[in-house]
């Protein structure tokens, strides 16, 4: 296509030539706070909370069972294939379906799903968010398509904020073809400036720190 | 100025209903920006608009180099990146690669560079279904019109204008209740989404060390988009790259909250290409589209090369008292606002829209808010002395050439300005202190009629300082 | 040693606003500074500047350095003036080294009036008293430019009898914008407006602004309107006993 016209016209308004080394970027000043786990778990509840999601910190397996098998009462959930789902007996309560390797069944599934139950590899505190990398054990759609989302994250995951996901994770695309940060329920205020959650993803975000 | 941008400005200015919507959104979006900014802490919030700045004019100075790795790190990863000079030639591509995949139905993200070479249009005149899936551009798709706001683009439409809309268009129950009207959009949607062949988004950034595409959004729509059908296209202004996913977090920080006071958008996507082995989902085929259409000419202008760092946030419509007064529609073009009237010259040619860099009273509340830094009002200011020149080349405004090559002589001249001043004294017909609601013939013309139009005039005193301060003087006063 | 002042007056307060520069000299001089008045003065160039009008607007510019190059200070009742000499002549003189370095060197002592008294002579009370109740309106150069904002409002504070109250949206531009006024007046006028109910709802009796340009954008509207709300230049105020 008109690749070799644009660099051109690229490097002729910037008079530099092919091949030219750039001399060093700029210094970004990223600021991780060094904050006890606690505290963590505070902001990010209050975070979360502050966009109409929810919190529930789980000290024990049984627990996140609990709360879990209360969100998917008398309703179809799909869980992905994080590990941590299993360990805490998410995947076996009942209404639950999990296991899935085949990407058109997933997807029916999702179709009639009210909620998805996924794990989360990372959570930032300051902003309350969930960080999703994808992979054969945690599916995109999951996180997405049913109307409740439902996130484990283990405690030893949850982050200061962005800076610090940054600093851990300069190459993303490395491990996985698409990282998500989710930072509360989907929302829109296209209408009249009213805010409205659940447009196209989740209306309600659950989050378990376990 | 040509007929039509003046007719429509009057017919905003105009609409009570209108008038109060743009005020009222863009109010609201100013005082959600306010908050987000003193929340976090305002020093630091400068420091990552400084920051900022100097990223973008790094990469832009050095543009070829960081799109060149940005290629070769996307397509080692299975990206096919693609170079286009102009609309027509993604456009072009869009079609072909829809009939070889016999693609039907498109499903589309929010994307200004999309609008910029009307893609959707296109398309569908070529007979393909393609479909606005943020629920504000969804919404104006239906009603056959242009977005009125980069962030916010059903701004100018009311819940029940939408309910005759939905009504109308998808032949649903009138419903004015926005919940209501959503879940609509929603479940409409959803079907569209699930039988997608081709999945189009823009990119808010591209990260050229990380070979990242990066997609932020409030909604799901362009994590539908881009994960759903088989074939994601992403299409994006060469301007979007940054070098480093570190610099992506000064980015991030800080378009959340110029745009919306949001820390953080709902959705961040950072993605890399198609699928990988083992993941259950996602496309298969990534397409990355880099579009020109005229940003290298701008590259080529120091000056104003800075309007390419904008990270289409829309702080500076929010905040503009003219945008507040006239809406986006009054705008020539898909960008509104100051970016837009600095940047639409820049890339339809200054005596395209002559009136619009002078559309500003150059108050300066852009610059304060923009969170690269661009200094728009300066940049206004060059365009009109660029506007002044191509006019005198073209043998145009030779009377308003006229009427300041007088002005700047008389003001070398201090006795003959004296004298002007006299004159001016002369004229006037008012006793006492009473401003002038009108001026007899043949004064009434020009500017005197035009500010008349809106407001009274101060009567010309009936001394002038100079003369006064001599009195003084004179009077041993001083 | 009294502080020697030069006035530059400005185009707008020479013709149509006179009252204003014999309050800021009286101001200056109650302060204890001798004032001149050099009497070539004419325009700082902003009107040709802003309409994109460089040559002439530096042919009016050169004018003006002439005039005031060898004064002291040079103080201005207004923010846009000010900020025109401090700010953009070097944009003016790109081409011309000679006169850019002239601008450079005139240009520290070149004052914005509320700036001159705070930050040279250092007063915040000037001894003024006026019984009134005021608002301020933010000229934009002055605000943005300048960083004009916290101290008018002080040398206000400082007035007896005065009480000043804010608007809510006093940053906001009144729509003048030089020859934006008379080329998009529709525009100019629906801004004003905007301004006008911002302070109709404070009840002042006054509004009050470093730049008459404003002043008489606002002034228009009111009379316009039939409302008798008061404009002051801040000269006017001070300058009040």
Not at chain 2, 25 to 38: C, D, H, I, N, Y
Request: net charge neutral; with cysteine.
């Amino acid at each position: 296509m008109s690749r070799e016209f644009i660099l051109h016209r690229v490097r002729t308004a910037l008079g530099r030539s092919a091949a030219q080394a750039p001399p060093p970027a700029p210094e970004v000043e990223l600021r991780i706070r060094e904050l006890p786990l606690k505290q963590r778990i505070e902001i990010f509840s209050a975070a979360l909370e502050k966009l109409g999601g929810r919190t529930c910190v789980a000290g024990s397996a049984e627990e996140a069972r609990t709360y879990a098998a209360r969100l998917v009462e008398g309703k179809r959930a799909v869980a992905s294939n994080a590990p941590l789902l299993a360990d805490c007996g998410l995947t076996s309560l009942p209404g639950v379906q999990s296991g899935f390797s085949n990407a058109l069944e997933l997807r029916r599934a999702l179709e009639t799903a009210d909620v998805g139950i996924t794990g989360a590899d990372y959570a930032l505190a300051e902003t309350g968010s969930l960080v999703l990398l994808a992979s054969a054990s945690e599916a995109r759609l999951i996180s997405l398509l049913p109307p409740v989302h439902l996130a484990v994250v283990s405690k030893e995951r949850l982050l200061a904020g962005l800076d610090e996901l940054v600093t851990l994770l300069p190459d993303p695309a490395a491990a996985t073809s698409a990282l998500v940060i989710i930072t509360g329920p989907s929302r829109t205020a296209d209408i009249e400036q009213i805010l409205v959650r659940g447009v196209h993803g989740p209306r309600e975000v659950h989050v378990l720190l376990i | 100025m040509s007929p039509s941008p003046l007719v429509q400005i009057r017919q905003t200015l105009a609409d009570p209903g209108l008038q109060a919507a743009i005020y009222s959104s863009t109010g609201r979006l100013v005082e959600k920006r306010r908050q987000a900014v003193s929340e976090s802490d305002p020093a630091e919030f400068e420091r990552w608009r400084e920051q900022a700045r100097e990223i973008k004019k790094h990469t832009l100075e050095n543009l070829d180099y960081y799109l060149e790795r940005l290629e070769e790190r996307l397509t080692a990863r299975g990206v096919k990146v693609l170079w286009a000079k102009d609309g027509g030639e993604v456009t072009d591509f869009v079609l072909r690669l829809a009939r070889e995949r016999n693609a039907r139905l498109i499903v589309k993200s929010k994307s200004m560079t999309t609008e910029e070479i009307h893609l959707t249009d296109r398309l569908q005149e070529a007979g393909l279904e393609a479909l606005e899936t943020d629920l504000g551009e969804y919404i104006v798709q239906l009603a056959g019109q242009r977005p009125s706001h980069i962030v916010a683009p059903a701004l100018h439409l009311t819940r029940y204008q939408i309910g005759d809309l939905f009504h109308e268009r998808l032949g649903v129950e009138r419903e004015v209740v926005p919940e209501k009207q959503t879940l609509i959009a929603r479940r409409t949607l959803r079907e569209k989404f699930l039988a997608a062949d081709i999945g189009i988004t823009g990119a808010n950034f591209l990260v050229a060390e990380a070979g990242l595409v990066v997609v932020v959004e409030n909604e799901g729509n362009a994590r539908l988009s881009s994960s759903i059908p088989r074939v994601h296209i992403v299409i994006a202004g060469i301007e979007k790259l940054i070098p480093r996913t570190s610099d992506l977090a000064i980015f991030l920080k800080l378009l959340g909250r110029s745009a919306t006071g949001q820390p953080l958008t709902v959705y961040t996507s950072l993605l890399g290409g198609p699928r990988l082995a083992g993941e259950l989902d996602g496309p298969e085929e990534v397409y990355l589209v880099l579009l020109d259409n005229g940003r290298t000419r701008l590259l080529a202008d120091r000056a104003k090369r800075q309007s390419l760092y904008c990270i289409r946030c829309g702080a500076c419509l929010n905040h503009c008292p003219v945008y507040r007064k006239i809406g986006g529609h009054s705008y020539p073009w898909v960008y509104s606002g100051p970016i837009g009237a600095i940047i639409t010259p820049q890339f339809h040619g200054l005596l395209e829209d002559a009136w619009l860099p002078y559309a500003s009273s150059l108050c300066g509340a852009c610059a304060e808010v923009c969170p690269v830094k661009i200094d728009i009002p300066q940049i206004l200011l060059d365009l009109r002395w660029e506007s002044v020149k191509a006019k005198v080349r073209e043998g145009s405004n030779r009377l308003e050439r006229w009427a300041f090559g007088v002005w700047a002589w008389v003001m070398c001249h201090p006795r003959l300005y004296e004298l002007a001043s006299l004159f001016s004294s002369a004229i006037t017909t008012s006793e006492g202190d009473g401003w002038l609601k009108s001026v007899p013939a043949p004064f009434n013309a020009g500017p005197i009629r035009n500010w008349l139009s809106q407001r009274d005039l101060p009567p010309p005193p009936a001394k002038t300082f100079r003369q006064l301060w001599r009195e003084r003087r004179g009077r041993g006063l001083s | 040693m009294p502080v020697r002042v030069s006035l530059f007056v400005t185009c707008i307060v020479d013709q149509l606003f006179p009252k204003i520069g014999l309050a800021m000299a009286d101001v200056l001089e109650r302060a204890g500074c001798r004032v001149d008045f050099p009497e070539d003065q004419t325009c700082c160039g902003q009107p040709a500047y802003n309409s994109g009008y460089r040559r002439e607007a530096a042919q009016v510019a050169r004018h003006f350095l002439r005039v005031f190059e060898s004064a002291d200070y040079v103080v201005v009742p207004s923010g846009s003036c000010t900020s025109m000499i401090t700010h953009h002549y070097e944009d003016l003189f790109q081409k011309d080294p000679e006169w850019a370095e002239r601008a450079r060197r005139l240009a520290p002592r070149v004052w914005e009036f509320s700036q001159f008294l705070l930050e040279v002579l250092k007063i915040d009370d000037v001894g003024a008293h006026l019984n009134k109740v005021v608002t301020y309106h933010d000229s934009c150069h002055a605000l943005r430019e300048l960083k004009i904002q916290d101290g008018p409002r002080r040398l206000l504070k400082k007035v007896r009898g005065l009480e000043l109250r804010e608007m809510d949206t006093a940053g906001e531009c009144c729509g003048f914008g030089g020859t934006f006024s008379v080329k998009l007046p529709e525009i100019s006028g629906a801004m004003l407006q905007v301004k006008l109910a911002s302070i109709l709802r404070t009840g002042a009796q006054a509004v009050v602004s470093v730049d008459a340009s404003c002043l008489m954008q606002i002034r228009g509207a009111l009379s316009r309107a039939g409302v008798p709300v008061q404009t002051l230049h801040l000269a006017e105020v001070l300058a009040s006993r």
